[in-house]
């Protein structure tokens, strides 16, 4: 499943893109204001691990390799978790146009 990269003027026409990694699988998808980090990775066809979709649980969490993400709700990372760059992508809203999130990483 994996697509080829979005040029940096399809992103610009769009708004920008998600890229997502997953089980070694790399997805962009057009990045679309208000939606999660999560719904993004669901719309390229990806099935990642998540639960509550409310913050709570941190099975959804993932580690923004690139860009950055504000998370609506954070009630189950702790400090250094976010500090290291890790986010609930069920809460996880881009706030830029380039974003890269694994959930591969450990």
């Known amino acids: 499943m994996t697509a080829e990269p979005m040029s940096a003027t399809a992103a610009s ?3 920008g893109q998600v890229t ?6 790399q997805v962009s ?7 999660t980090l999560l ?3 669901r719309r390229a066809g990806m099935t990642p691990p ?4 409310a913050g709570n649980c941190g099975t959804c969490m993932a580690k923004l390799l690139e860009g950055t993400a504000t998370m609506r709700v ?4 702790d400090d250094d978790e976010v500090a ?4 609930l992508t069920c809460q996880a809203i881009p706030d830029c146009d380039l974003v890269t999130v ?3 990483e450990d």
């Not at 997502?20 to 699988?25: A, K, L, P």
């Not at 998540?50 to 979709?53: A, G, I, L, N, T």
């Open 13 to 15: 026409e769009t708004g």
């Open 20 to 25: 997502i990694m997953f089980e070694n699988d």
């Open 84 to 87: 290291d760059g890790y986010v």
């Open 39 to 41: 719904e993004s990775a």
């Open 29 to 35: 998808v057009p990045r679309r204001p208000g939606e």
């Open 102 to 104: 694994s959930y591969d």
């Open 50 to 53: 998540f639960s509550c979709e």
């Open 74 to 77: 954070n009630d189950a990372l």
